[in-house]
């Protein structure tokens, strides 16, 4: 796997740390939701799911995209070993991550807020 402009920053290792986030993520709205649920908390308190929804969001889709959302920011891939970045030379391809990593942001930002209104507007 190799660096592609606007659609892979990301190798292996920090694919696998991206589907880490997400496990983490999903675990934290599922004992968030079950939490709210256990003490009968108001329906508004749900609203509080949108957080660890994002982390999930977040986490999933760039490691379904192989592509780091931050690193996309920052002009910067990896796929070495972690945490070793290297700088993405030229300026379209560091215009072209942008672009890609605002949509992350955008997609991430839409998943989870469904997710939080499926489990606002489920009656439990």
Known sequence: ??????????GKGEIRRRQFVA????????STVIGLINVSAERSARLGVFVPAMIFAVGFIQSRRKFCLAFGLM??????SLGKLSRVASPEDRKADRKTAIS????????ALVIT?????LPL
Not at 75 to 80: D, K, L, M, S
Not at 117 to 121: K, Q
């Open 1 to 10: 796997m190799d660096y592609i402009a606007g659609s892979c920053n990301i």
């Open 104 to 111: 992350i942001l955008v997609q991430a930002l839409s998943l």
């Open 23 to 30: 496990l983490i993520g999903l675990i934290l709205t599922i």
């Open 117 to 121: 209104l499926i489990i606002y507007l």
């Open 75 to 80: 002009g910067t891939f990896n796929f070495g």
